[in-house]
């Protein structure tokens, strides 16, 4: 299957919003109105934000009545439990989440987070309604060393595991190159090419090209107002992940509005 632009009307435009551990109550909330009164009914592209933990209701409640969609920036695998300074499925649901981020770079590479984690986490947001985005990338060694394909076929593999097709649909991955995240540093449109090729043939082979040709994959890594354009031109690129360049209106509305 080639992937060309034919598919790709299918697929429509997701841009995310990841704050990390950033932003006060009162700058969350502000950012959240700005967003709010610029978008229309969203239609047209899925927007979201994953906002700290501690913020989730609140941004919940200024979003109401709004397309954005409220994301939280991890979960644990399970219901409940003896897990301490962690945040389950349930609970999420339960303040108005309606996404979550699993297996972010900085969870996998700063908290030693393990690749088969991933696919329980994935089981537990969609047993909950939770429509998960699945964060995979390489190392700047993995990538001198030739290994992209390899490893994110491994970290595609391992998680889309647990998912069975009837439920693909409602997920989606980010390929965040982990040497582009906050560094500046930008895949060139070549290299996010391959990646995302790389991931839309592996959906393919272990579900089919329908679904393949439906499934959305976002690019993040250093995205800003002038590269924004650019990276959602390549064919496979259906959506981006915005980092730093999402915690102010004014730098990250472009980017949702890339294309005007």
Not at 116 to 128: I, P, S, T, Y
Request: charged residues 25%; glycine residues 8%.
């Amino acid at each position: 299957m080639s992937h060309s632009e034919d598919t790709s009307a299918l697929r429509k435009p997701y841009i995310a919003a990841n704050w990390k551990m950033n932003l006060d109550r009162a700058k969350a909330l502000d950012l959240t109105k700005s967003l709010k009164a610029r978008l229309g009914d969203g239609d047209d592209r899925e927007v979201a934000v994953f906002a700290p933990f501690v913020y989730l209701a609140d941004v919940a409640a200024v979003s109401q009545g709004s397309p954005i969609g409220l994301g939280a920036q991890n979960l644990h695998w399970e219901k409940f439990g003896a897990f301490t300074g962690e945040t389950s499925a349930p609970m999420l649901r339960d303040v108005g989440v309606d996404r979550v981020l699993v297996g972010h770079s900085e969870r996998r590479h700063v908290f030693l987070e393990k690749d088969e984690w991933m696919g329980r986490k994935l089981r537990q947001a969609l047993d909950h309604d939770l429509l998960p985005l699945l964060c995979i990338g390489e190392t700047l060694e993995e990538r001198k060393k030739g290994k992209v394909a390899s490893v994110l076929k491994r970290q595609v593999r391992s998680a889309l595991d647990w998912v069975e097709v009837a439920e693909i649909h409602r997920l989606s991955i980010a390929y965040e190159p982990v040497w582009a995240i906050g560094t500046g540093e930008v895949a060139t449109t070549d290299q996010a090419a391959e990646a995302h090729g790389i991931v839309r043939g592996v959906i393919e082979e272990m579900f089919d090209a329908t679904v393949a040709s439906c499934f959305r994959i976002l690019y993040g890594g250093s995205v800003t107002r002038d590269n924004a354009r650019e990276l959602m031109s390549v064919p496979d690129v259906d959506g981006l992940l915005v980092g730093g360049a999402s915690l102010k209106a004014e730098s990250f509305l472009p980017i949702i509005e890339y294309d005007r």
